[in-house]
């Protein structure tokens, strides 16, 4: 988990990222195209008369045509027509030869069928033309959103349900689609937020595509450190191989001091970043200590404890890489004396040249030449007279 977060966090994603964006962005747009989708949303048809049992001298009839005699019965059905597309319905866009509507199927449109709409324009504009078992609509807009709805009576058999079928071609818009009531799976908030037009939708598009984008990302990265890994793994074997030949190698038949063991050993477990780290801290104490060796005769013990608390103790960064080579083994190294810790630099000097390994430059967290560092030879007479010894 620690290498995808790595991942996550370094220059190459982040370049990832800004690249997937500009790609979005030329997307949204140049090919991004904004269509109307409308869908006819049937319920279940129910019948106006439900008899189960058959009553001596009940009559059922609809224009004088006898129901039960020819076991046919009435049937209510509504449909709802929704635009959930991302743009409008024009007047341009009907076809004249072909216009929207709707048919029934296994049954009888009987009389003219009724609507009600939330849109008061479709309310006073939309009008309904019959022609046997179809319904046709006059074109009108239809917003983003808007809807209608329509109740019709169909005669049909007692056995078989009426089906509805929609007509019409609208330009620019994908097939007309027809989705029972039941079926909850493309409606709610999730579906608006692709097709919506209206004002709080746009308010939370926002938000939303931007975790959808962050998630996206973060699967991919995911993905492709998952395809990195074994090659990591074996690359990371490789590696340590060379570094065991080239420890092994090192002063062969001689005995190692218990500094050599450790710096060896951190080498053979984690390359050579720990023992550069340990260099630099080493050389910083060793540098304070010279510093304060060449101005401490002139002082008192008082005056030396005060000027090693306030210029020549070392950065926490040392004080850390410290603890680390204690825990590693290498005890005692905060009161190790001058020559140990020279002993010790130079020890290490003699591993990176068998290791062929370059002793850079320390990094600015082990730079002695910070407010802590030891001042000016001008300041050394500004110091204060001795303390009194019962103070």
């Known amino acids: 988990m620690a290498k995808v977060w790595s991942f996550i966090k370094g220059a190459g994603f982040m370049a990832f990222l800004a690249l997937v964006g500009f790609v979005l962005s030329i997307y949204l747009g140049f090919f991004y195209d904004k269509k109307p989708h409308l869908v006819y949303t049937v319920s279940q048809p129910t019948k106006v008369f439900d008899i189960h049992q058959a009553l001596g001298g009940l009559e059922i009839s609809y224009a004088g045509e006898s129901l039960r005699g020819g076991q046919k019965t009435l049937w209510v059905m509504t449909v709802i027509l929704k635009n959930e597309g991302n743009a409008e319905v024009t007047k341009g866009d009907y076809d004249d030869r072909d216009p929207l509507g709707?048919?029934?199927?296994?049954?009888?449109?009987?009389?003219?069928?009724?609507?009600?709409s939330d849109s008061s324009y479709i309310s006073k504009n939309l009008g309904m033309t019959r022609e046997a078992?179809?319904?046709?609509?006059?074109?009108?807009?239809?917003e983003p959103g808007d809807s209608l709805s329509i109740s019709m009576l169909v005669l049909g058999t007692e056995t078989t349900k009426p089906e509805i079928i929609p007509t019409g071609k609208i330009a620019g818009a994908s097939a007309l689609e027809v989705r029972s009531a039941e079926d909850k799976t493309q409606t709610g908030i999730f579906k608006d937020l692709f097709y919506s037009e209206r004002w709080w939708i746009q308010g939370l598009r926002g938000p939303v595509y931007a975790l959808l984008f962050m998630i996206g990302g973060g699967i991919i990265a995911v993905l492709v450190q998952a395809l990195i890994i074994p090659f990591e793994i074996m690359k990371d074997k490789k590696e340590k191989n060379l570094r065991h030949a080239k420890v092994a190698r090192y002063r062969l038949g001689q005995p190692l001091s218990a500094a050599e063991r450790v710096f060896t050993k951190l080498y053979d477990e984690q390359g050579f970043r720990p023992i550069l780290n340990?260099?630099?801290?080493?050389?910083?104490?060793?540098?304070?200590?010279i510093d304060?060796?060449?101005?401490?005769?002139?002082l008192e013990p008082?005056?030396?404890?005060?000027?090693?608390?306030?210029?020549?103790?070392?950065?926490?960064?040392t004080d850390s890489e410290i603890q680390k080579l204690e825990d590693h083994g290498l005890s005692g190294v905060r009161s190790m004396s001058m020559e140990q810790v020279t002993t010790i630099l130079r020890e290490i000097e003699g591993l990176a040249s068998h290791l062929q390994e370059a002793l850079q430059p320390p990094p600015r967290q082990?730079?002695?030449?910070?407010h802590?560092?030891?001042p000016p030879d001008r300041m050394f007479y500004d110091l204060e007279p001795p303390l009194p010894p019962d103070q």
């Open 102 to 116: 709707v048919s029934v199927k296994n049954g009888q449109l009987l009389e003219q069928p009724t609507f009600q």
């Open 278 to 289: 340990a260099y630099h801290a080493l050389a910083e104490v060793c540098t304070h200590q």
């Open 133 to 142: 078992n179809s319904v046709h609509f006059a074109p009108i807009i239809i």
């Open 366 to 370: 082990f730079a002695r030449l910070t």
């Open 372 to 374: 802590r560092s030891s």
């Open 302 to 317: 008082k005056q030396v404890t005060l000027m090693k608390l306030k210029y020549f103790s070392v950065s926490s960064q």
């Open 292 to 298: 304060l060796d060449r101005i401490k005769h002139a």
